[in-house]
């Protein structure tokens, strides 16, 4: 089960990630990315400091907007990973892909140099 | 069935005989009477045989009319009418005879008119019978507890009228008169049930009121021959069974015409109204087709055209559209009497000036918009009221009435409307929950063949070589996931393994799977070092994969000549491995990006080749994600170090025994066999 907030910040949708990801509830985290590249937002961070648990389903949701929101120049930066969560995306390989930082300021900054 | 038939025969027999009695011994009275002579019969003969006619008669038409349920209303008037011709034909053939004997002896003679008295007497109360049977069924028609009470009371008091009749016990006159009280009482409440009347269509009507009709000129021409009978043979004799002083047969007139008149007058002031009962009718069977629509296999489309008749006929409507959007977002138009052209012109008319109304998808009210329409020139429409079909809370289409009349439709029109509305949205609701439902059997049968085919893709036999041996372990959910392993000979001096899952579950991650294996049996015999096996697997996979799968994947060449292993991990678990020299076991975490992550030859940066030496002993774990993430019951997961610590108590034995071992604790720690996720393992143990 997951639950997913939205709520914008210095022009900035944060979408938080609550609870755990799996094959059924990553349509609900792909449909909120959907959503929120469809409103024209510029920067996306990704609020994981309440996610749990992310399987590959999940997974695979992040890693297919790697490409799109690269050619749109839409940063994406995900926070807050919890050590395990990471763990996820580092045996993956897929740490090295996204932008993942530890805090939200940080993410923010992040955020804010790519999308210069 | 028989039994019925039996009684009803019996009854006419009955009756029969009846008659003939009382017909011989009310002629032999009258005739002991004129002579002044003591009868051969006793004197209350005729009227306890009058009495017998009665009670079998009406026996015989409570038998043959009650039990019959397959008569209408109009039927049962159809045979009381049908009773009273051929009673009355009689009757006239009879007259006819006594005006062709002119004035003969015969015609004149006081036994001869007693004969032709009673035979009218008796059809008057053939007639009489016949009609207060229908009259109960029509009386009784939708009966409750306190009305049937109330005819059983009729009955009885008439029972008993009749056999105060036959008898002739003297009452009192206050008892008399309260009798008479209840009696008129009753008579008015009966025929005020008049229930019946309504379920008559407005041709039924006219046939009733002129079968009613005919009925009083029956009962008027048996009343004129049957008193102008006794009037005459009163003048000789009063020894007859005069039928004036026979209470019963008076009341039952009585009660005959009074109901024929109430119902006469009902249905004539009914007429007018009739056409709205049969409107409010046709509704309801309209509902009920709506409704019905779901059981009778019929699909949407025909719920959309039973909605779009039964709403125009409801309301009278001379034109209506319904627009509909399908469950794949086809929008849909059904028409009546409006071209499509048209409507869209009203629509676009409404839109343009802005009225946010059912017309647009957005809104959820029932609206009538014909103000609106009064501004748009060349349309013969000038009232309009739109209705929204909402299937699970979301509106999936309008249906939009039209009529050539301003204010055309009353608040009445769009609450019955709405009902149709709001049933065809439940009815289209059913239908795709059903057509979910065999989706579901169909995802189920998929998925076991799917399983099929899954477990059909790992090697029945594994490589083995001088220099290790390798055992397997794969178990999977209920739900079919996507893991493989496998192992190919290259040359003499080395074998290729590889270990992968592929994300997602179900007949895509078997087809996936399948890929897999097919790249594995092809690439890997062409002495690629394991980068490079990556690189072209991924770019295999690259237009394959769909944008949100990968496949992780660790892919080894054992080389027994140089004592080494070559290998590359593309996002897969890093492999547990066991120095036997060292006694530490430790997993091999480098660098690697699954399959499919990379879409592009970027990839190539994202992937290397790593290289471990083997020495006798050495044992290498490689396994899927689905064991080391299983849970107990606590949500603890059995993570990486328990997994290392299970491989260190076993690391003297065989590659089988370790699997086992490995199994063994994986289960005894979930604490069930029901997994949730797929298990794999492939265990190598070096032996040289």
Not at chain 2, 135 to 153: M, N, P, V
């Amino acid at each position: 089960m997951v639950q997913i907030k939205r709520l914008q910040e210095a022009g900035a949708d944060i979408i938080a990630v609550i609870g755990e990801i799996d094959a059924s509830s990553s349509i609900e985290l792909d449909l909120a990315i959907a959503k929120s590249v469809g409103e024209g937002f510029k920067k996306i961070l990704v609020d994981c400091t309440a996610l749990e648990y992310i399987s590959s389903a999940g997974l695979g949701v992040f890693m297919s907007y790697i490409e799109e929101l690269r050619d749109k120049n839409i940063p994406m930066v995900l926070f807050g990973l919890k050590e395990k969560v990471i763990n996820t995306f580092d045996i993956l390989g897929l740490a090295t892909l996204l932008h993942i930082c530890p805090t939200k300021s940080e993410a923010m900054k992040l955020a804010n140099e790519l999308s210069v | 069935m028989f039994k019925n038939k039996a009684l009803i025969r019996l009854a006419l027999l009955g009756s029969m005989v009846a008659w003939l009695i009382l017909l011989f011994s009310d002629v032999t009275v009258l005739f002991s009477s004129m002579q002044g002579l003591q009868p051969d019969v006793p004197e209350w003969m005729p009227r306890l045989m009058l009495m017998a006619f009665v009670i079998c008669l009406f026996y015989y038409y409570k038998l043959r009319v009650e039990r019959d349920d397959s008569l209408n209303f109009t039927d049962l008037l159809w045979k009381v009418f049908a009773t009273g011709l051929i009673t009355t034909v009689i009757s006239l053939v009879l007259r006819l005879l006594v005006f062709l004997l002119g004035r003969t002896a015969l015609a004149t003679n006081v036994i001869f008119s007693d004969f032709i008295y009673q035979i009218n007497l008796a059809l008057l109360v053939n007639f009489l019978l016949a009609a207060l049977i229908s009259w109960k069924r029509l009386i009784l028609y939708q009966k409750s507890k306190w009305l049937l009470r109330t005819w059983l009371a009729f009955d009885a008091i008439l029972f008993f009228i009749l056999i105060y009749d036959t008898i002739g016990i003297s009452v009192s006159d206050t008892l008399r008169i309260l009798i008479n009280l209840i009696l008129g009482i009753m008579l008015i409440t009966l025929s005020a049930n008049m229930r019946w009347v309504a379920y008559l269509n407005f041709r039924q009507k006219w046939t009733s009121l002129l079968l009613l009709l005919l009925m009083f000129f029956y009962l008027a021409y048996f009343f004129y021959s049957v008193e102008s009978g006794a009037e005459t043979i009163t003048k000789e004799s009063t020894g007859f069974l005069d039928f004036r002083n026979h209470l019963f047969i008076i009341l039952l007139a009585l009660f005959i015409s009074l109901y024929g008149i109430f119902s006469f007058l009902v249905i004539l002031f009914n007429l007018p109204t009739s056409s709205v009962f049969e409107q409010k009718l046709e509704e309801v069977v309209n509902f009920q087709r709506i409704s019905q629509s779901i059981q009778t296999e019929q699909d949407e489309e025909s719920v959309y055209n039973i909605l779009l008749e039964s709403s125009v006929s409801s309301v009278f409507a001379d034109a209506a559209w319904l627009e509909i959007t399908a469950v794949n977002n086809d929008q849909k138009i059904y028409t009546y009497k409006i071209s499509e052209q048209e409507a869209k012109n009203i629509r676009e008319h409404l839109e343009k000036n802005n009225i946010r109304g059912v017309l647009d998808t957005g809104s959820e009210k029932t609206k009538n918009l014909s103000k609106h329409l009064a501004l748009l020139k060349g349309s013969r429409f000038r009232s309009i009221l739109a209705f929204p079909i909402i299937v699970k809370e979301e509106t999936i289409g309008t249906l939009a009435l039209l009529k050539e009349l301003p204010d055309g439709f009353n608040k009445e029109m769009t609450r019955i409307v709405s009902t149709f509305a709001n049933q065809a949205g439940i009815s289209i609701e059913n239908f795709r929950l059903m057509e979910e439902a065999f989706q579901n059997a169909r995802y189920k049968e998929e998925l076991k063949i799917a399983k099929t085919v899954q477990q059909s893709l790992l090697p029945a036999k594994l490589e083995q070589d001088p220099d290790f041996e390798v055992a397997a372990f794969s178990a999977s959910a209920d739900e079919v996931g996507g893991d493989y392993y496998d192992t190919l000979r290259i040359d003499n001096s080395k074998v290729a393994l590889i270990i992968a899952d592929v994300s997602g579950k179900g007949t895509t991650a078997a087809f996936h799977m399948s890929q897999m294996k097919g790249i594995f049996h092809s690439l890997a015999q062409e002495h690629l070092d394991p980068k490079e096996f990556m690189h072209r697997a991924n770019n295999a996979l690259t237009f394959c994969l769909e944008r949100n799968s990968f496949i992780s994947a660790s892919f080894f060449v054992i080389d027994t000549e140089q004592k080494k292993i070559r290998y590359s991990r593309a996002g897969h678990c890093p492999v547990l491995f066991l120095q036997a020299g060292e006694k530490k076991s430790f997993y091999l975490k480098d660098k690697g990006a699954a399959l499919g992550m990379v879409r592009n030859h970027n990839y190539r940066n994202h992937i290397e080749t790593n290289e471990i030496p083997y020495q006798a002993g050495d044992i290498m774990v490689l396994y899927t994600d689905g064991i080391t993430e299983a849970k107990n019951e606590k949500g603890e997961e059995f993570g990486n170090d328990r997994l290392a610590q299970a491989l260190n108590e076993v690391a003297s034995l065989s590659a089988k025994e370790i699997e086992d071992h490995l199994t063994k604790k994986l289960y005894d720690f979930t604490g069930t066999k029901n997994i949730n996720d797929d298990y794999t393992s492939m265990t190598v143990r070096f032996k040289i």
